[in-house]
């Protein structure tokens, strides 16, 4: 096993055209493994932004298989942001008109391992162009807490707005996740005020690493996201980091930080509740 592990975030402007969303894509996924990477984080809905979900669903098994041909081209453990998913994990259909968010993780034989249901949705009201978001509106809520081996570590898998919860954080590194993932669309205006902080108060909090793949740029005349996808140390510090441009961030787990940080500061010994006391899915 490595103790030095090169993981990439790609950082797309993704459209309304599937295939101009897939070939950004796949140049990103080319960098990364260029790079040295030996896992790939793609970005929350970078197959599709602001189109029909539930058509784009019903391309799923489509999605899955290009995205299974790039794991293994590249050798990359790929962790596809999110993808919109008309069936639950136990195989029932999610009602009409809403879908699952899916981020699902392949490996380099191009095989699905894991796959997680986004949790928390996005109904908020913020003072930018569009004002109103409501994922509910669209998406059903995952019920299931995930975390996955990959390239020689345990991911705790999340998704965009799940980054403002830090009890799923909690649980997450409870179940052992050693880098928290957390491909997203953070918008221009919250990412600006609280997409770094989120990032970085996270990996101090739980003693992780966390990996953000963020969209960027203009999608719509009145929806834009803000990018800079980073990689923090559990110290806290940013080890990469991307402007506001579609980009691939190259950066180094070190277990050996881990290890240091997590030795220095045992917050997960000297925490005095557990988990399951204060954390009850509903």
Not at 7 to 25: F, H, I, Y
Not at 172 to 183: F, K, M, N, R, T
Not at 187 to 192: F, K, L, S, V
Request: proline share 5%; net charge negative; aromatic share 8%.
């Amino acid at each position: 096993m490595s103790d030095v592990i090169t993981v990439a975030a790609v950082q797309m402007t993704s459209g309304k055209v599937l295939t101009d969303n897939l070939r950004e894509a796949e140049a990103g996924l080319e960098r990364a493994a260029a790079g040295g990477a030996r896992l790939a984080l793609l970005p929350e809905n970078f197959a599709g932004y602001g189109v029909d979900y539930r058509e784009l669903a019903a391309r799923y098994d489509e999605l899955l298989a290009w995205l299974a041909e790039r794991a293994r081209r590249y050798q990359l453990y790929l962790v596809a942001g999110s993808l919109p998913a008309r069936y639950r994990p136990d195989g029932s259909e999610v009602p009409a008109p809403r879908v699952r968010t899916r981020s699902v993780l392949l490996g380099p034989d191009g095989e699905v391992s894991a796959g997680y249901d986004k949790l928390h949705l996005f109904d908020v009201d913020v003072q930018d162009s569009q004002g109103r978001y409501r994922e509910s509106e669209v998406f059903e809520p995952g019920d299931a807490v995930v975390t996955a081996p990959a390239a020689g570590l345990t991911l705790g898998m999340a998704i965009c707005y799940d980054l403002r919860f830090p009890l799923l954080a909690r649980a997450l590194v409870a179940q052992g996740a050693e880098l928290l993932i957390y491909p997203s669309a953070f918008t221009a205006t919250t990412g600006a005020a609280h997409w770094e902080l989120l990032l970085r108060a996270c990996a101090v909090q739980n003693g992780c690493y966390v990996l953000g793949a963020n969209q960027c740029g203009q999608h719509s005349e009145k929806r834009a996201s803000f990018g800079h996808s980073m990689l923090v140390d559990p110290w806290g510090r940013v080890v990469a980091q991307a402007g506001g441009e579609p980009s691939v961030v190259l950066g180094d787990v070190d277990r050996a930080t881990l290890t240091q940080v997590r030795s220095a500061l045992p917050v997960h010994q000297h925490q005095r509740f557990t988990v399951e006391s204060f954390y009850d899915l509903r």
